[in-house]
Each structure stands twice: as C-alpha cells, then as structure tokens.
C-alpha cells in the first residue's frame, strides 16, 4: 500500500511517548498515539468504492482543467491538485456537513468535488462563464459555495487560516456543534498569522483542524530550505495544540486521522494539527517548469505511492475486477468530457455582472 511519501519512520518514532495517560505530554500526543494503533479505516465495501470514484474525478477532472488551460480556455491562475487527492476525499467524507465548515487556498478544485458539487459548475467557473458557482467571477482560485459551508478558495498565502479561526469561533459562539476543517499548505505554514490563530484557537479552545497540506514544496521551494522544523505536526506543541503525523497518500490512513481529530474536537473542544504529508505531481500552477525537483523524484512517488492506485490494490485485493474498475473510469472520463463540453458552450457573464457582488462603503 502507499507509504508516507517522505519521513513517516522518523517522525512517527519522534512522536511516541512513555509518558502517563492525564499528564499534558500524553494529551499532546494521545491522539496520535491512537491513530498509530490502528491507522487505515475500516471501510465498508461501498464506502471504498465511493472514496476511489471520489479521487479519479478530482484527478481525471484536474487533468482535463489543464488541458483547457493550455487550450487558453482558463485565465488567471490555475493550481492542479492531482496527487494530493487523499487527503481532501478523506478528511471530508467524515465531516458533518449540516454543520460543519471548510476553508483552503488556492489549490481548491478538489476540495469542492469532494462536497459532490457539480463538476459542471466547477469547470465553468474554471472557465469563467456565468453558470460557474461565482458566476465566473473568482476563477480557479476562488471557488466559494456557502450552501456547503465552504468559504473558498484564498489567493493569499496562509489568510484562510485565521478566516478559519474565525469560523470556528462563529461555530463555537452560535453553538451549532459544528467544526472548521482550515486547510493550508507547507509554504502557508511559515506564516506569522497562522501562530496567532493557533494561540487563540487554544487558548479559546476552538472547535478548528488545521491540516497542513505538506506537498514537500512552497512554489519552488522544497520544505527543508525553507522550514527549520519539518515535522510540521510540531508546530501546534508551543500552544497545547495536539498533533497528528499522517500519511496524506492514503485515504484509509487520512479518513482514520480525521475519525480520531473530529471526535477529539466534539467531545473536548479543542483544536488539533494534522499534518498530512502528500505530493503534487504537477508544477506550483500551470505555469511552473518544475526545474527545481528530477523527473526521478516525481516518477518514484507516482509509481509508488500514487493513492490512487493504491486504494485500487486494496480494491482488488477485496474481490473488486479489473473490468469493473476500468468501467468507473470510463464513467468518469465521460463526466468530466461533459463538464467541459458545458462549460465552452456556457455564456460569459453578462456585463452587467460587474456591478454585482461588489462592496460599497459599509455593509
Ligand atoms: C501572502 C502571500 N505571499 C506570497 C504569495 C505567493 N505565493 C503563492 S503560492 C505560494 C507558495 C505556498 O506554498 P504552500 O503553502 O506550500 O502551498 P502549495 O502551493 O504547496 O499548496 C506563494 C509564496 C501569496 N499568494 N500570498
Ligand atoms: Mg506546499
């Protein structure tokens, strides 16, 4: 099955602990300590098939948002989520979606397939045409839908962070029972403003994850040039923020981290700290060149640790055909074609559009 992509031994012997159930080392580290003694989820045979259909849309879809990118079908920004898929299906298929929220950046396509939103829907914003879910106004990077409770999609590094904190205070005050998944990367992760919302989310005890998407890179910048502490799932110790080391390249392993941080939260209030450790085999954006990293080095985690492929071993494993699983594809390939045959054929927003959603003076 697919390893953690890069530290997984070191880190996972970093984060045991002999201390005591009740002292505060253990509370930091028991829920890891829990995820550890048992890390994939027990999925049911339905449940498997729907996470593996889940992260083939999100890759066949984000393969086909870079084909109509090179087409000049998409302006702006674009940032592929492929290989990174686990980690959004498998922390989003445990939420509560009747209450709770979610916050990311930029690299945000996969994050609203995950909810089921209409991939139509998605690809015309991509596109930027009136029938997109902004209307063809935010684009790639600034996908929103609050009847998900999904608060975009943010263009500046680390900011959805603190929106998130404030979410989760929105959750706590309104007592709604609802919980703010904030997801941000490597890169985001060196930001000042993600401390202070550490610091008041524990202090406050805010019912907040904040999962540290670690694809090993900020644009081109690998994690150990950049970052004096790698084991990001640290980096919440300083503020009694409990951390969780997770192998991002299986959904099994991510939705069993996101069972043990949800019901930590529920129960006890709390933030915690996932740092699921992942890989995007793509460039930054559409843009990038990738020269800082070999051809070697993203073909090994590809061939070994794609998560994809290897939910499909599992898959197989458990009595799932071949044939059956080149059927799903085949499905959703035809899905996908669909969504970009509507959203070229949809109109651009009309001009009087420019005039709406626009804040003026106070609100
Ligand atoms: C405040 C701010 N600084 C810099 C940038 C430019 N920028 C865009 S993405 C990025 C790298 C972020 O990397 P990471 O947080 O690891 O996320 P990833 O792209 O890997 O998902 C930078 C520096 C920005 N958008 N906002
Ligand atoms: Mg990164």
Redesign the pocket.
């Known amino acids: 099955m697919a390893q953690s992509p890069s530290k997984s031994a070191k880190s996972r012997k970093s984060s045991k602990t002999k201390d005591a159930a009740g002292s505060d080392e253990f509370a930091l580290h028991s829920l890891q300590e829990a995820h550890e003694a048992s890390p994939r989820y027990d999925a049911s045979p339905e449940e498997m098939l729907q996470f593996y259909e889940q992260m083939l849309l999100i890759r066949r879809f984000e393969e086909k948002a870079g084909q109509l990118y090179g087409l000049g079908l998409i302006g702006g920004f674009c ?1 592929l989520y492929i290989g990174q898929e686990a980690v959004a299906i498998g922390l989003q298929s445990a939420l509560d979606n009747d209450r709770d929220s979610v916050i990311t ?3 945000d396509h996969g994050h609203m397939l995950a909810y089921g939103i209409d991939p139509n829907v998605i690809m015309a914003e991509l596109t930027g045409r009136q029938a997109g879910i902004s209307r063809g106004k935010g684009g790639s990077m600034h996908m929103f839908s609050t009847e998900h409770k999904f608060y975009g999609g943010h ?5 959805q962070v603190s929106l998130g904190g404030g979410l989760a205070l929105s959750h706590k005050y309104n007592e709604d029972g609802g919980l703010c998944l904030a997801y ?6 060196n ?1 000042g403003q993600v401390y202070e919302t550490f610091n008041m989310a524990s202090l406050w005890q805010l019912p907040i994850v904040f999962v540290i ?1 670690n ?1 090993q ?3 081109g910048t690998a994690v150990s040039r950049s970052s004096a502490e790698t084991e990001f799932h640290r980096r919440g110790t300083a503020f009694r923020i409990p951390g969780m080391d997770v192998n991002g390249m299986d959904v099994l392993e991510v939705r069993n981290a996101a069972e043990i941080a949800f019901k930590h939260v529920r129960e006890n209030g709390g933030p915690v700290l996932i740092e699921c450790n992942t890989y ?1 085999y793509r460039g ?1 954006s559409m843009s990038d060149p990738a020269k800082y990293r070999s051809r070697e080095e993203v073909k090994e985690k590809r061939d070994h640790h794609d998560p994809i492929e290897g939910l499909k071993k599992t898959l197989i494993e458990a009595g799932k055909s071949e044939e059956d699983l080149k059927a799903i594809d085949k499905a959703i390939r035809s899905r996908v074609s669909e969504a970009a045959d509507f959203a070229e054929s949809s109109p651009e927003p009309e001009a009087r559009e420019l005039y709406t959603d626009v804040l003026v003076e106070t609100y």
């Open positions: 940032h950046g930029y690299r263009g500046i590094v680390g900011a941000f990367g490597d890169g985001a992760a930001q998407e694809n890179y900020a644009m995007r930054h």
